[in-house]
């Protein structure tokens, strides 16, 4: 761990000046140090392999495959294909060269129809053919173009060379070649033209004859480019590479120092890029690249477990675009991208392929011996020690007889010791190497040990600056004080707050101080030489010294503060006094709660690993910027324990899918500025396309009933895929820019008329806006009623409403007589409406006024009316009548078991099963609550008992419709002199009473009043 205090400050960065001038570029990968972008089949690709590329001035991305060729257009890739009687398509679906001349002309070349060149007014193409005649082309098989200073071009086929004028209005044979097999062509200054054919290397001079260089192995010219002003590079026989020297004749072999390349069976293609670097394309290797003599040969191969890689080890063609992006396309699977400023970490991983990689993916620590540039790494399966003489790992583990079987598989850290030891940390125990025997045994701590160790339970080792050591492990710690011979154990104990925080012990950190800190499961322990017991620190809210948890993963001491990374606590940074904490998490801009490693570089950021990828923050602003797997992070996911930084700055990180290097102090370069084109424009409302004036520069004008228009666009840098942002304006619409994040179409709707510009930027990879635009303009029309003849029409129209009112108000004057009249008889019929209205409201006010509202009976207040008046009437005539009161048997048991709303339905039920067995004359109403009555006029008190009788055994109607076995009791007597109403209710409600006593569900009478 480097700790930039101020007296070091001055040794590092001779460190740093030191290391470049060692270590110019430091590269510990046996292949696949990249991130490839990769577009496929599933992506839209007509077909798998791709024959050619190009990323035309206008933006276009091309692709020439097998079945046909693919034009990127923002929302997929569009397919041009040959039409059965469609003279304007493709001439063959096989394509096998792509070119754009000085005009920005996209000339394809096909395996059997010849040549064609595309026209974006018409979306469509014309064809040169084959023929027999001056006029036509020597072969359908179209090679190669190259177009000279002059302005001609030149179309290179299977069986001769061909000329294009200037004006593209003749074309002509060279017949100096005819019959020729033409494999690439290549400009110079002064129009010289260099062919590669099937007979070797030729020069075509200015008489238009040809001068053959023969190559020292085989004739063939597969590929010819320039190397510089004065030197070409070519392939011989799909096998050999050679620089070529035109001044001299001389050819020169290319040293291929990398075994893979040299046992490549087929060299497919050669592209020399804008940064100088050599790419080379193999059909069964993969791809290299070449970044000078004194660095090895990057390998590129397609790795079964990393979608980042190469997508195919058959390379068909590589090229570069104006930002600086190389496209590989591939026999079988689609186009690999590959862009360098995505590029900013280097990645080293296990490949199944190759042995010389590391064993596996789950990478555990290093360490870096600057001396050698030997490399130790640990993964989970055992070690691998890198020897970059010879560009490979050294594998040590339990399969290979070098490493303790029951380490392998459990390995969690590397640490190398203040006297060169290396040590091993598994689950199982402590390993440490013997160079000399060049092998791992298990590690056997000096002295006498404490009789509760366990080794197989030790899981970190340190020896501080004292000469103590230290060994943590599953059930405490253990220590070998300097000067002694008897190891100590420490262990937690809830009754002495200066004990240990914990049993599990993970790790050691030692400060400036020479203080070790002690990473337990449970805690932070803190050892001061000289002072007894430790200083606890753990997770607590109320301290204000308190952690994000209690399990530390990472430690770093910074001049003014210590930081330390907690496993789902956040990053941490405490006060050199130790008095309080700053928790930093997730809510502050971390891309993730568990830091895994804390390293600085020399501009002051920290550099940390996480579940979310790694992470640059500056410390002074918490500015935080992320970096994920497009980045060339290994995988989201990093590990405890793997992390290292070399005295000259270099930082390891490693995680679940092999390992991050990189240098932290290299100055990050800007990405490149990467154009956004305007590739769509429809109108919504009828489907018309637009999109051919879009690079005329000219406006375009719109009807207006086409309003709805809708763009679609796209940046340049295919690379980057969703981290490109986009931002829109419509001037004369749109008050500011309109950020669209990474989608990349705009809708406008129902626009007003007038004159538009809509301005499009895309960011960088970084979130920078490109300050260039894609510009459109256009005018959308006004409709016709805001015309010139529209307004004339109005003026006319307008004379003819101000005559015809006139007329009109004359009319209007008799016609409001007849409507006065009319409105007289409608208000008189309206007031006897409303009056016979009134008449029905007072008939029902008075029906509500005696009528219960439940069952529709008399209420008992109409009942004591009609009690009142057959008083009357029975002592004026001498009239016998009975009155009954009746009661529904245990009803409160209904409503409590059953509910009101059940008890209601009871009350309907009987009052519709009584009304049966009455008479019209007689007057049934509701009493109250459950009681109903009944008066029987002119009915002596033996009938009134049969018609009481039969109202109880109608009482089964009302069982019957409820489903529930309800009853009623009644109380019958007959009116005799002297009775009143207050008598009258009296008597029946004894006999009501009698009844209930009686058994209920029963009739039982009272004589008449004595």
């Known amino acids: 761990m480097i700790k930039l205090v101020p007296q070091r400050i001055t040794l590092v960065f001779f460190l740093l000046i030191l290391g470049r001038a060692v270590f110019s ?86 395996l059997g129809g010849g040549a064609a060149f595309y026209r974006p007014a018409t979306d469509d193409f014309i064809r040169i053919p084959a023929g027999n005649d001056e006029k036509s082309l020597y072969n359908k098989e179209i090679r190669d173009f190259a177009e000279t200073e002059d302005g001609r071009l030149w179309i290179a086929t299977a069986s001769g060379l061909h000329v294009l004028s200037s004006d ?4 002509s044979r ?87 390349l040299a046992g490549a069976t087929i060299i497919e293609h050669l592209l020399r890029d804008s940064k100088g670097n050599l790419w080379i394309g193999t059909h069964d290797r993969g791809l290299f690249r070449d970044d000078g003599p004194d660095n090895l040969i990057r390998h590129f191969t397609y790795n079964p477990e990393d979608y980042r890689s190469l997508s195919s080890n058959a390379v068909r063609r590589i090229r570069e675009d104006r930002r600086g992006t190389i496209w590989i396309g591939t026999y079988f699977n689609g186009l690999s991208v590959f862009a360098y400023e995505l590029q900013r970490f280097h990645i080293a991983r296990h490949d199944p392929l190759n042995q010389d990689s590391i064993m596996d993916n789950t990478v555990r620590g290093f360490y870096l011996d600057s001396a050698t540039g030997e490399l130790w790494v640990a993964t989970s399966k055992g070690m691998n020690r890198w020897f970059p003489k010879e560009g490979r790992y050294k594998r040590y583990s339990g399969e290979y007889g070098n490493f303790p ?82 190891w100590e154990r420490f262990i937690k104990d809830t009754e002495n707050s200066a004990s240990l925080a914990g049993y599990y012990i993970t790790r050691f950190f030692e400060d400036s101080q020479g203080r070790v800190w002690i990473s337990t499961s449970s805690g932070l322990s803190l050892w001061t030489p000289g002072v007894i017991g430790f200083r606890n620190f753990k997770r607590d809210e109320k301290d204000p010294a308190g952690l994000g948890s209690d399990y530390i993963f990472s430690f770093y001491e910074a001049p003014d503060a210590f930081w330390l990374g907690c496993q789902g606590g956040g990053l941490v940074r405490m006060e050199k006094d130790l008095s309080a904490t700053r928790i930093y998490t997730t809510f502050d801009g971390l891309p993730n709660n568990t830091i895994y490693s804390i390293l600085p570089d020399h501009f002051g950021f920290l550099w940390v690993s996480t579940n979310r990828g790694i992470a640059r923050i500056d410390p002074k602003t918490m500015n935080i910027k992320s970096f994920d797997e ?44 990467s154009k956004v084109v305007l590739s769509e424009a429809r109108v919504r409302s009828n489907g018309r396309s637009i999109t051919c004036c879009l690079s005329s520069g000219k406006p375009v004008n719109l009807a207006w009933a086409e ?55 895309a960011s960088d990879i970084y979130g920078s806006w490109n300050s260039e635009e894609a510009v459109f303009y256009f005018q959308v ?74 069952t529709g009976l008399f209420n008992r207040r109409r009942m004591d009316e009609i009690i009142a008046d057959e008083i009357g009437r029975s002592g004026r005539y001498k009239k016998p009548f009975c009155f009954i009161i009746g009661d529904i048997d245990h009803f409160k048991n209904i409503n409590d078991t059953r509910g009101h709303q ?62 529930y076995p309800v009853t009623m009791s009644f109380g019958i007597v007959e009116f005799g002199l002297g009775d009143t109403i207050e008598t009258i209710v009296q008597r029946a409600d004894e006999a009501l009473y009698a009844a209930k006593a009686g058994g209920r569900n029963r009739v039982e009478t009272k004589g008449k009043n004595k």
């Open 781 to 854: 029309m006004p409709p016709w009623w805001k015309t010139w003849p529209a307004f004339i029409a109005y003026i006319l129209v307008l004379a003819a409403l101000i005559y015809g009112i006139f007329r009109i108000a004359l009319r209007v004057q008799n016609n409001a007589r007849i409507r006065l009249i009319k409105e007289n008889q409608r208000l008189e019929e309206l007031v006897a409406k409303r009056t016979a209205d009134l008449v029905e409201a007072n008939r029902q006010l008075e029906n509500l006024a005696t009528h219960d509202k439940l």
């Open 25 to 110: 570029d430091p590269y510990f990968s046996t292949g696949n140090d990249g991130v490839f972008q990769r577009f496929t089949i599933a992506d839209g690709l007509a077909q798998s392999t791709g024959q050619d590329i190009l990323l035309d001035s206008k933006g276009r991305l091309w692709i020439g495959t097998q079945d046909g060729l693919d034009c990127y257009d923002g929302k997929g890739f569009k397919h041009y294909r040959p039409l059965l009687r469609n003279e304007t398509s493709l001439p063959d679906t096989t394509i096998i060269s792509l070119f754009e001349d000085k005009s920005g002309v996209v000339w394809v070349g096909t």
């Open 902 to 963: 059940f008890g209601d339905q009871v009350l309907t039920a009987t009052a519709v099963a009584l009304a049966k067995g009455l008479r019209s004359s007689d007057s049934f109403g509701r009493w109250g609550g459950e009681e109903f009555v009944v008066l029987l006029p002119e009915t002596n008190l033996a009938d009134g008992q049969k018609i009481a009788e039969r109202m109880r055994v109608l009482m089964e109607d009302a069982a019957a419709s409820t489903n």
């Open 174 to 260: 060279v017949t100096s070649t005819a019959g020729i097999y033409i494999e690439r062509i290549l400009t110079g200054p002064k129009g010289q033209l260099w062919l590669g054919t099937k007979n070797g290397l030729a020069f075509f001079n200015a008489e238009g004859s040809l001068q053959y260089f023969k190559t020292p192995l085989g004739n063939r010219i597969t590929e010819l480019i320039r190397w510089d002003e004065s030197t070409l590079l070519l392939i011989s026989d799909y096998k050999n590479i050679y620089y070529f020297y035109p001044a001299t004749g001389e050819f020169k072999p290319y040293n291929m120092r990398d075994k893979n």
């Open 707 to 761: 309003r709805d228009i809708s763009f679609t666009f796209y940046s340049q840098d295919f690379a980057a895929g969703k981290r490109i942002q986009y931002t829109t304006k419509l001037e004369g619409y749109d008050k500011d820019w309109s950020r669209l994040g990474n989608k990349n179409t705009i809708d406008y709707t129902n626009l007003p008329d007038g004159h538009y510009v809509l301005r499009i930027k």
């Open 630 to 673: 497009q980045d060339g992070v290994q995988s989201q996911e990093f590990n405890n324990f793997a992390y290292w930084q070399s005295p000259e700055g270099l930082i390891f990180m490693g995680g679940v899918a092999g390992f991050n290097y990189f240098d932290p102090n290299m100055e990050e370069k800007p990405a490149p500025a």
């Open 168 to 171: 593209r209005s003749s074309l």
């Open 405 to 486: 079987k029951e380490f392998s598989g459990n390995v969690r850290g590397l640490y190398r010791s203040p006297d060169g030891r290396l040590f091993v940390f598994s689950f199982n125990g402590i390993a440490v190497f013997e160079p000399k025997a060049d092998h791992f045994i298990a590690y056997e701590p000096r002295g006498i040990l404490h009789p509760q160790y366990l080794s197989k339970k030790a899981l970190a080792l340190h020896i501080d600056r004292h000469g103590n050591e230290w060994i943590g492990t599953q059930d405490g710690l253990y220590v070998l004080f300097s000067g002694k011979n008897r």
